[in-house]
């Protein structure tokens, strides 16, 4: 193997790939990028046993190709060189069948390589029938819902996100028990199979964190135990969680008796402060009462003192309630909307609490109250 | 103590203090502030025990006074809330002595206080006799020594900066016993005492960054066992190190057998990309080599791979060098200096590195060499 490669699109590539490599993976191979460079360009490869990511760098424009080849190298070592060096092209050639040479005009360094043969056999085909949705809704799912997923691990149905593919219907649940985020989009086509499968949050949001803004279609590529996204010249390979999903369908009550409409930024500050005397931010409970069209939100602990916030609130009817929940849950249902506004629900002091934009019933999310007498 | 006060300034002022504020202080009062309110203004107060800051900020434009008096409140829970408040003024109440009521219009912390008298008497007299320094020179001095000092406890004399004063001459030193520091400027003034004074240099390190960039004199007040720093309205007190701190004066070389003149952000480049192939940054050897008009930088690891870095270089004759030093010390003594380029002495393969700015010889960095054979 032997290539002379623009840096910058190298260093991306192999930005990319280094995602899926693992500081605490026990198969020293998976410590390394594997590439393989033929006419066509250069394909980067990494994985651990969770997720494997390969990018394609097409040869036009971006390399000049000598020898053909295959060759693993240390990941973290080969990212540090290439984003390090100052150059604007870099050359790479394999010596021997393990040695790497990487070098520029006033650089070079020798690293010890691994052949392509110990590196595991990976499948990234695709299959016949992906499913397409567009890269700005699908952002949109993960970073509304991922963070409503469980990170405990003794339940791994919930660390992962619920995806349901009925017709031209995606629906999407995350929960950890205690909460509920609920997306539903309309794909724009009618899938012909129908989906009820489980990904990894962590992988969704490490997925969308390396793939641009442009306005692209994500390819869903779905298997049994797997799924595939095809983005661009990008692979994201992850595994997907054994087990059923919870039925969430009867968890959102379909009347209320108060709808509060507030401005989402200041319920977000009014829940911060009144959660600051805590010394456990994660439990931090906090009391919200209607009175009139006033809103307060209240919360104390016998060995730091006490707080009281209001603020004005728009109410659809006369009723008043009071009801208590952890101010952490509610803060990141607020903040997982990309309007100003929420409309928020109640049914009852121990009845699930509602958060809907207003306008856009795309998105729900449901806290649940927390008894505190 | 009853008072309204501009929020901006009570937060700047709290923030301030707050730096003395220790997490696993063993003294409970002091996780608190000390509030001390006069006619004249409000004196905030923290330690632990260590260092003690304390800000005063005056009466006039700044707030509104209505009773005097004194109470200590939880330093954490404060200064969330002072920052968290979106009001431009905050009121602050004592009731019973040991209430601490905090409002504004829309928002109510009730605060459990302790008692002023549990508060240890802490004295921040200041001397008869300062000493002056410019703020941006006491920063000079601090920036470029202070990370020459040991971390390691069991040479506490170390872990400080040794501050000599005679008459106008002010000499600071630093050192793990690897590498050192040394910074010597001149005084506005010919200080009558003379001093040999080690101060932490973490505290000294803590001190410049919470200090403005103004143009005014710092003021140092030297005692037996601590050094109180006086900056405006702000008192910095900390304790000094016993112990004799070592003698360096005969550490530099008075001669050389070659100087190479460098860019300094060329070099550092260079050393930092010849220490990419290591497990372990703190103690990664390279190798620096001179040839005719060319400086090479190498390295190797058995397991990893090895790099040869080179770059042009100014020398005074026609000598060479080969040797071999840690990557972390060089490139932090490099980083120390303001200006683009620096000159290296060589005196011998197993004897001191020099560095100086050219033009500038108030600032001296010294690294020892790593034999390798």
Same mark, same amino acid.
């Given at each position: 193997?032997?290539?002379?490669?623009?840096?910058?699109?190298?260093?991306?590539?192999? /930005?990319?790939?280094?995602? &899926?490599? =693992?500081?605490?993976?026990?198969? *020293? #191979? +998976?410590? @390394? !990028?594997? %590439?393989?460079?033929?006419?066509?360009?250069?394909?980067?490869?990494?994985?651990?046993?969770?997720?494997?990511?390969?990018?394609?760098?097409?040869?036009?424009?971006?390399?000049?190709?000598?020898?053909?080849?295959?060759?693993?190298?240390?990941?973290?070592?080969?990212?540090?060189?290439?984003?390090?060096?100052?150059?604007?092209?870099?050359?790479?050639?394999?010596?021997?069948?393990?040695?790497?040479?990487?070098?520029?005009?006033?650089?070079?360094?020798?690293?010890?390589?691994?052949?392509?043969?110990?590196?595991?056999?990976?499948?990234?085909?695709?299959?016949?029938?992906?499913?397409?949705?567009?890269?700005?809704?699908?952002?949109?799912?993960? /970073?509304?819902?991922?963070? &409503?997923? =469980?990170?405990?691990?003794?339940? *791994? #149905? +919930?660390? @992962? !996100?619920? %995806?349901?593919?009925?017709?031209?219907?995606?629906?999407?649940?995350?929960?950890?028990?205690?909460?509920?985020?609920?997306?539903?989009?309309?794909?724009?086509?009618?899938?012909?199979?129908?989906?009820?499968?489980?990904?990894?949050?962590?992988?969704?949001?490490?997925?969308?964190?390396?793939?641009?803004?442009?306005?692209?279609?994500?390819?869903?590529?779905?298997?049994?135990?797997?799924?595939?996204?095809?983005?661009?010249?990008?692979?994201?390979?992850?595994?997907?969680?054994?087990?059923?999903?919870?039925?969430?369908?009867?968890?959102?009550?379909?009347?209320?008796?108060?709808?509060?409409?507030?401005?989402?930024?200041?319920?977000?500050?009014?829940?911060?402060?009144?959660?600051?005397?805590?010394?456990?931010?994660?439990?931090? #409970?906090?009391?919200?009462?209607?009175?009139?069209?006033?809103?307060?939100?209240?919360?104390?602990?016998?060995?730091?003192?006490?707080?009281?916030?209001?603020?004005?609130?728009?109410?659809?009817?006369?009723?008043?309630?009071?009801?208590?929940?952890?101010?952490?849950?509610?803060?990141?249902?607020?903040?997982?909307?990309?309007?100003?506004?929420?409309?928020?629900?109640?049914?009852?002091?121990?009845?699930?609490?509602?958060?809907?934009?207003?306008?856009?019933?795309?998105?729900?999310?449901?806290?649940?109250?927390?008894?505190?007498?």
């Amino acid at each position: 193997m032997k290539l002379k490669i623009k840096k910058e699109i190298l260093a991306e590539g192999l /930005n990319k790939v280094s995602k &899926a490599l =693992s500081s605490k993976n026990l198969v *020293p #191979v +998976l410590a @390394g !990028i594997k %590439f393989d460079l033929t006419k066509d360009g250069l394909t980067l490869t990494a994985s651990d046993n969770d997720i494997t990511i390969q990018t394609f760098i097409p040869a036009l424009g971006n390399m000049d190709i000598e020898t053909e080849g295959s060759i693993i190298i240390q990941g973290k070592y080969v990212l540090d060189i290439v984003r390090k060096l100052p150059d604007e092209f870099i050359n790479i050639e394999v010596i021997d069948d393990l040695k790497i040479l990487i070098y520029t005009e006033n650089s070079e360094f020798n690293l010890n390589g691994i052949n392509k043969s110990e590196y595991p056999a990976i499948n990234l085909d695709l299959s016949k029938k992906p499913v397409y949705i567009s890269n700005e809704i699908f952002k949109a799912i993960v /970073n509304e819902t991922a963070f &409503a997923s =469980s990170t405990d691990e003794s339940r *791994p #149905v +919930l660390t @992962g !996100i619920n %995806f349901k593919i009925n017709g031209a219907q995606l629906e999407c649940n995350s929960t950890d028990s205690y909460r509920l985020a609920r997306k539903i989009v309309t794909l724009n086509q009618e899938v012909e199979e129908s989906y009820n499968i489980v990904i990894p949050s962590k992988n969704l949001v490490e997925f969308i964190r390396i793939i641009d803004d442009s306005e692209e279609n994500i390819e869903l590529h779905i298997f049994n135990n797997k799924i595939l996204f095809k983005y661009q010249n990008l692979l994201f390979q992850s595994r997907l969680i054994n087990g059923t999903y919870p039925n969430t369908a009867n968890l959102l009550p379909t009347e209320s008796f108060l709808k509060i409409t507030v401005g989402i930024s200041d319920l977000y500050s009014v829940i911060d402060r009144a959660s600051i005397l805590t010394s456990d931010k994660e439990k931090n #409970v906090v009391t919200l009462e209607t009175k009139e069209n006033l809103l307060y939100i209240k919360s104390s602990s016998a060995e730091i003192g006490r707080v009281e916030e209001k603020m004005s609130v728009v109410k659809d009817n006369d009723e008043n309630i009071k009801i208590s929940f952890v101010a952490k849950y509610m803060m990141e249902a607020l903040r997982s909307f990309p309007q100003n506004e929420v409309e928020i629900s109640f049914v009852g002091e121990i009845k699930p609490i509602i958060l809907k934009s207003v306008g856009d019933d795309s998105l729900t999310q449901l806290v649940l109250p927390i008894r505190t007498y």
